[in-house]
């Protein structure tokens, strides 16, 4: 526990330190990021098995035009991996957004759009069920530890929920909330 406790301060002292060093970022033009997060996965209707799965959150990517330096216009993948009936699947999002720099290091976003699940891609296609469509929801918020000219790394949370319709009747609703590092280049 010591080590846990000295390990934190640690890091709180160096993101200190990091953040002193901030340079004033140029948010313009196009723009990408990803990010690397764990997660939990909740699925509140249409599984009858574990309805609660955790793991680490990829591909999170984003990219899209910065319309104003305090707004953005992103497409993100969101989404999460769990297991059902033996096979690997994966419950994404692609959601267009708007985000907003509220402050200079904190930012909000939300969006609205497709869902999607399918199948992990290392999975067969012989081993798992087709791919079906529907409609998801993100609210997003971060907060940049790091700022330089042209990128930013930040530490962020989401909430994607999303609600398909499956082929043999009824809907998979599922809501995942991940916390996670994200890089931004500008």
Do not use: C
Not at 77 to 87: D, F, L, M, N, W
Not at 136 to 146: K, N
């Amino acid at each position: 526990m010591k080590k846990l406790i000295f390990i934190f301060f640690v890091s709180l002292i160096t993101t200190l330190n990091i953040q002193a060093q901030t340079e004033n970022p140029l948010r313009k033009g196009f723009t990408v990021g990803v990010s690397l997060n764990g997660s939990v996965l909740h699925f509140t209707e249409g599984m009858s098995e574990d309805p609660t799965q955790g793991g680490i959150s990829l591909p999170n990517l984003k990219m899209g035009w910065f319309v104003s330096p305090r707004t953005a216009i992103y497409v993100n993948t969101v989404g999460q991996i769990y297991e059902s009936e033996g096979v690997d699947r994966s419950f994404e999002g692609i959601i267009p957004s708007i985000q907003y720099w509220a402050t200079d290091k904190w930012w909000i976003s939300g969006g609205y759009g497709a869902s999607l699940d399918m199948r992990a891609l290392y999975e067969s296609e012989a081993d798992s069920k087709k791919s079906e469509w529907g409609k998801g929801v993100l609210i997003s918020t971060g907060y940049e530890v790091l700022q330089r000219k042209k990128w930013a790394l930040d530490i962020q949370s989401r909430l994607y929920m999303g609600r398909v319709t499956r082929s043999e009747g009824g809907n998979l609703d599922a809501t995942n909330f991940s916390v996670g590092v994200g890089i931004t280049l500008f």
